[in-house]
């Protein structure tokens, strides 16, 4: 029987655990971002939040151009 993950947060874990050099975010002319890499700058993100008093349940607004970037932001806000 497989483990199925309970959260946005716990795929990302699983897969920078798994395959932390592949790829998660691909962009036209910029470097791949790997799970590894992906899953620190979550943490960078949800700590910078929570740094600012925001946590669990509280809203947050995203106002950031299509790419990479929104994408990390999304998936960091989401976990």
């Known amino acids: 029987m497989s483990t199925y993950p309970s959260s946005i947060r716990q795929l ?3 897969q920078a ?3 932390s050099d592949a ?4 962009a036209p ?4 971002l ?3 890499r992906l899953l620190r ?10 740094r600012m008093g925001l946590g ?12 990479p970037e929104q994408a990390v932001a ?6």
């Open 12 to 14: 990302l874990e699983m």
């Open 17 to 19: 655990e798994r395959r």
């Open 23 to 26: 790829p998660a975010i691909l």
């Open 29 to 32: 002319g910029r470097e791949p």
């Open 34 to 36: 790997s799970y590894a």
């Open 41 to 50: 700058q979550v943490e960078e993100t949800v700590g910078a939040l929570a």
């Open 56 to 67: 669990r349940n509280h809203p947050v607004a995203l106002v950031l151009p299509n790419g």
């Open 74 to 79: 999304f998936v960091a806000i989401a976990s």
